[in-house]
């Protein structure tokens, strides 16, 4: 079993910066790629960034160029650096992990301020 714990929301003006943190425990090692999804009110929940295992990543074509997603394998955690924040990016945030099945974390609540 996969345990997420994420950290890190909070209020931010637009154009603001947070940081996202999601540490990993349990079986790691069944992880083939780890995530952030975010779910606004009323709407579907939706893939924000991934990284594989290998290094490589995704990102919605709303955060590119303005949210990097990274690793830290000595501390099981993975980050979601955000910036340029915009008031459409208020959501809450979940950190997923790909393992035998999908592992999601409590969740962490953004909220950007126009």
């Known amino acids: 079993q996969v345990q997420l714990v994420e950290s890190g929301g909070g209020l931010v003006q637009a154009g603001g910066s947070l940081r996202l943190s999601c540490v990993a425990s349990?079986?790691?090692?069944?992880?083939?790629?780890m995530g952030w999804f975010r779910q606004a009110p009323g709407k579907q929940r939706e893939l924000v960034a991934s990284?594989?295992?290998?290094?490589?990543?995704n990102y919605a074509d709303s955060v590119k160029g303005r949210f990097t997603i990274s690793r830290d394998n000595a501390k099981n955690t993975v980050y979601l650096q955000m910036n340029s924040l915009k008031p459409e990016d208020t959501a809450v945030y979940y950190c997923?992990?790909?393992?035998?099945?999908?592992?999601w974390g409590q969740g962490t609540q953004v909220t950007v301020s126009p």
């Open positions: 997923n992990a790909e393992a035998v099945s999908a592992i």
């Open positions: 349990g079986s790691i090692f069944s992880i083939n790629a």
């Open positions: 990284i594989r295992s290998g290094g490589s990543t």
